[in-house]
Nanobody, 116 residues
């Protein structure tokens, strides 16, 4: 059973930065697409950024130019700069299976709060 453990969340003022880390219990990101999603209170979970095994990257329009996703074989990272109050949410790490017969995995979530 693969486990994903997120860290790096916290309270930050508007304009500040945070770096989220998601460490897997194995070298899962050699074959799985890594991603970050977020869920704000009262809203649906939404995609923030994804990175494939060949480093193709996709960002939500709302974070383009401010967030940067990166990875190695064991972890996925999200550098968040110029944070805004609307970035406040629980951020979840995801490992997306390359084939239907393999499961996807989610982390437990880490809270990011942007407030003065």
């Amino acid at each position: 059973q693969v486990q994903l453990v997120e860290s790096g969340g916290g309270l930050v003022q508007p304009g500040g930065s945070l770096r989220l880390s998601c460490v897997a219990s194995g070298s899962i990101f050699r074959i799985y697409t890594g991603g970050w999603y977020r869920q704000a209170p009262g809203k649906q979970r939404e995609l923030v950024a994804t990175i494939t095994t060949d480093d193709r990257i996709d960002y939500a329009d709302s974070v383009k130019g401010r967030f940067t996703i990166s990875r190695d074989k064991n972890a996925v990272f999200l550098q968040m700069n110029s944070l805004k109050p609307e970035d406040t949410a629980v951020y979840y790490c995801n490992a997306d299976s390359p084939i239907a017969t393999m499961p996807d995995y989610w982390g437990q979530g880490t809270q990011v709060t942007v407030s003065s």
